[in-house]
């Protein structure tokens, strides 16, 4: 060919060409704004959270884009995708195209090893030794467990006082049992420095992940040094009791990772790093949000009568069948239908987890528009919850919208633990302590909110300002025991 004719060919060729291109990278990205760089709108957002106004700071963008936009968030390019479509969508979606990794301020505390980071067969390895002791066929063994650990918090925290803080009072609750349970760490100073350190770390959780002296982020990942290295000796004190003793152990979540081998290899299933980071998440990702629904719970009780009645009544009677002292059971907790069908509304009108976080591998095609490879993928599941095309009057406290067939909601529309391989493995847990909990403070106390406005923003979980103070009064039936 002569090279004229090529030169040509290519210049009729090169509109085209740069037309696909433009529309492929270009045209057909959400709309939306990425705002300025680095900070984009991750401060809007966490203001907005803060004043308990989150939701509806998604739902503008709904209004203003639709159910797809870009912005850019704690450092990221971003998609933001809202619907039961989108929730379906992204919890069906092949770990090709999105993928679990966290923002940066969330994998740089929680650690790069931790599950919410893995995928693949690294996932499901560490994810089915975490579910072999977080099942209902191990967990059902500790009911006991936790139930003394809560009638010894009810003790220390409730008995002899007129009014207590909930929300405060409840995280040291689920703190105590996630270290008693899946630590095994005594009551004493090692656990009172736990406490503080994961406060500390929590708050850079999400923050705009810039690392300098003074910058929230840079407390937490300080604070993250300090859990680990108490964590690493944790794990060498618990070694060095399994060899001694010879046989591997359940007696608590780091013994039981531990104790698993390869059986072909008879090498560890996990290495350390990888028990300290889902160590830390477990413990990150199961007390704060249980305190949470938990706090909720209290108030709620509080402030509807006669679903306080139904949850009384149920409770009464599985105490009648019972010694006075005698510990609930795994078959008792069965019994508590009602108890947790209020504990699940209440998790719909207030739930723990708000959005969640996916990374795209591969450029996706999402009906007309392209979220280009390298971004992240935000979605706030739990708006459906406020839906009224799914829950009609959204805003009523109503446990019996969960009872007859014709009112339970369709799938991805009921979305506080998440969906698909990633939901969470710690529902059952969450059962087991709200359930023993509340069938605890029904039996001894009487409770009234000390306040008329109890009012709550997010940080990133739902943090009551006054801490939800609350009058209580011991029962005349239950004597101190
Ligand atoms: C009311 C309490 C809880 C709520 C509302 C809750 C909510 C959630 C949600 C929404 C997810 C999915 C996040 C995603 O899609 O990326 C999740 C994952 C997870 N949760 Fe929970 N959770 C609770 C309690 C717990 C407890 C008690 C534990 C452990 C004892 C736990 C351990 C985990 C873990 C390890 C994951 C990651 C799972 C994976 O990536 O495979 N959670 N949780
Ligand atoms: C916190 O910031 C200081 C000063 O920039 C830095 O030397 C230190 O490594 C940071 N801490 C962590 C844990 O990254």
């Known amino acids: 060919m002569e090279p004229a004719v090529s030169v040509t060919i290519l210049l009729l060729f090169l509109p085209l060409l ?58 990221t390019s971003t998609v933001f995708l809202h619907g039961p479509a989108a929730n379906k969508f992204i919890y ?22 931790n599950l919410l980071e893995l995928s693949g067969d690294d996932h499901k390895r560490v994810r089915a030794a975490l579910v072999s002791f977080l099942k209902p066929e191990t967990l059902k063994l500790y009911v006991g467990r ?18 207590i803080k909930v929300m405060p009072v409840m995280k040291t609750l689920t703190f105590n049992v996630i270290c008693s349970l899946l630590f095994g760490i005594e009551r004493g ?26 910058t929230t982020f840079n407390r937490s990942l300080k604070a993250r040094e300090k859990i680990k290295s108490i964590i690493m000796d ?42 300290v ?48 002292e005698e510990l609930l059971s795994w078959d008792d907790l069965a019994k508590m239908k009602y108890t947790w069908k209020v504990a699940t509304e209440s998790l719909r009108m207030n739930p723990p987890v708000l959005f969640t976080f996916r990374t795209v591998l591969q450029d996706i095609e999402y009906g007309e528009y392209i979220i280009p490879k390298g971004w992240q993928v935000i979605w706030a599941s739990c708006m459906t919850h406020m839906d009224e095309n799914i829950y009609p009057e959204p805003s009523k ?33 969450v059962r087991i302590e709200t359930l023993t ?24 979980m739902p943090v009551f300002n006054q801490g939800l103070p609350i009058q209580i009064e011991l029962k005349k039936s239950s004597a101190e025991m």
């Not at 705002?35 to 989150?54: E, H, V, W, Y």
């Not at 477990?282 to 949850?311: C, N, P, R, W």
């Not at 406290?397 to 067939?405: G, T």
Request: proline share 6%.
């Open 18 to 75: 740069f037309l696909l291109i433009y529309r492929r990278s270009f045209k057909r990205i959400p709309p939306g704004s990425l705002g300025i760089p680095i900070i984009g709108q991750s401060l809007g957002l966490l203001r907005a959270m803060k004043a308990n106004t989150g939701e509806e700071w998604f739902r503008e963008r709904v209004r203003k884009y639709g159910p797809i936009s870009k912005l850019n968030l704690f450092g």
């Open 92 to 113: 069906t979606c092949s770990e090709k195209l999105l993928a679990n990794k966290q923002p940066a301020s969330i994998r740089r505390i929680m650690g790069e090893k």
């Open 146 to 163: 936790i139930d003394e650990e809560i009638r010894l918090h009810l003790h220390n925290h409730w008995y002899g006082n007129n009014e």
């Open 189 to 214: 100073p090692r656990r009172d420095t736990l406490v503080k350190l994961f406060e500390n770390a929590m708050e850079g959780v999400l923050s705009v992940p810039i690392n300098l002296p003074f």
């Open 234 to 275: 944790l794990i060498h004190e618990k070694r060095k009791k399994l060899e001694i003793s010879g046989i591997s152990s359940n007696e608590d979540l780091i013994m039981s990772l531990l104790s698993m081998k390869d059986q072909s290899s008879d090498s560890p299933v996990l290495s350390d790093e990888e028990i």
């Open 277 to 324: 980071d889902n160590i830390v998440v477990v413990m990150i990702a199961g007390h704060d949000t249980t305190s949470v629904l938990l706090t909720f719970l209290i108030k709620l009780l509080a402030e509807d009568q006669t679903v306080y009645k139904y949850v009384l009544k149920e409770q009464e009677e599985i105490s009648k069948g019972k010694a006075l």
């Open 397 to 429: 406290f109503d446990p019996s919208r969960l009872e007859s067939q014709a009112t339970k909601p369709p799938p991805y529309s009921f979305m506080a633990f998440g969906g698909g391989p990633r939901m969470c493995p710690g529902y059952e847990f």
């Open 437 to 460: 909990m509340i069938h605890n403070l029904v039996n001894a106390f009487t409770w009234k909110l000390s306040l008329k406005d109890n009012i709550f923003g997010r940080n990133p």
